[in-house]
């Protein structure tokens, strides 16, 4: 079974940086793609960043240039490197996988518990 565990949330300053990670544990053979969601009260989950397995990347526009998704494909470990971080920044942080590659084949759509970021002064 195929489970995904965030960490490295926490209370930074603004202005201030934090790095998320996602360990994907089970029996995975590869992983086709990663992503971070996140979902501020009141709000409806959006996509933070996504990487394809291969180095493709997309942001979404408000975190442009102040995030950074990367993977260790050997550790089935994703990365969110978060710098200037801003009040509305403050979310719980998701992880989700696709194209998960099993000894049973192939799965989709893996969600971990999130990780609370929270921007304040």
């Known amino acids: 079974q195929v489970q995904l565990v965030e960490s490295g949330g926490g209370l930074v300053q603004p202005g201030g940086s934090l790095r998320l990670s996602c360990a994907a544990s089970g029996s995975i053979f590869s992983i086709y793609d990663m992503g971070w969601y996140r979902q501020a009260p009141g709000k409806q989950r959006e996509l933070v960043a996504r990487?394809?397995?291969?180095?493709?990347?997309t942001y979404v526009d408000s975190v442009k240039g102040r995030f950074t998704i990367f993977r260790d494909n050997a550790k089935n470990t994703m990365y969110l490197q978060m710098n200037s971080l801003k009040p509305d920044d403050t979310a719980v942080y998701y992880c989700?996988?696709?194209?998960?590659?099993?000894?049973?084949?192939?799965?989709?759509?893996?969600w971990g518990k999130g990780t609370l970021v929270t921007v304040s002064s």
């Open positions: 989700n996988a696709n194209g998960v590659r099993t000894p049973s084949g192939f799965s989709t759509n893996y």
């Open positions: 990487t394809i397995s291969g180095g493709s990347t």
